[in-house]
């Protein structure tokens, strides 16, 4: 899938549509605004945000199962906060 197809993709996506991971990644990430939703750090590189499942399962590529943390935040989501 092109970044031309992902676009016009994401126009279409409601909440609780499972979509290609590739297209739920810079979805969460989008959707936040390319910033942490826990620090509130703007990282606008490629690499630099993390997409993360809140319930834990890599295969529920559902918007409202995505949060975009940076790499520290999302560090600490899997160990010290006991989340998946």
Do not use: Q
Not at 41 to 49: D, H, I, K, Q
């Amino acid at each position: 899938m092109s970044y031309t197809d992902t676009v016009i993709r994401v126009i279409r996506v409601d909440e609780d549509e499972v979509i290609d991971r590739h297209a739920w990644i810079w979805l969460v990430k989008h959707c936040a605004n390319f910033r942490c939703e826990w620090c509130g750090r703007s990282m606008m590189g490629p690499m630099s945000l993390h997409s993360h499942h809140v319930d834990g399962n890599r295969s529920n590529n559902r918007l409202n199962n995505g949060m975009a943390l940076c790499a520290s935040c999302h560090r600490y989501a899997h160990s010290e906060a006991g989340l998946r």
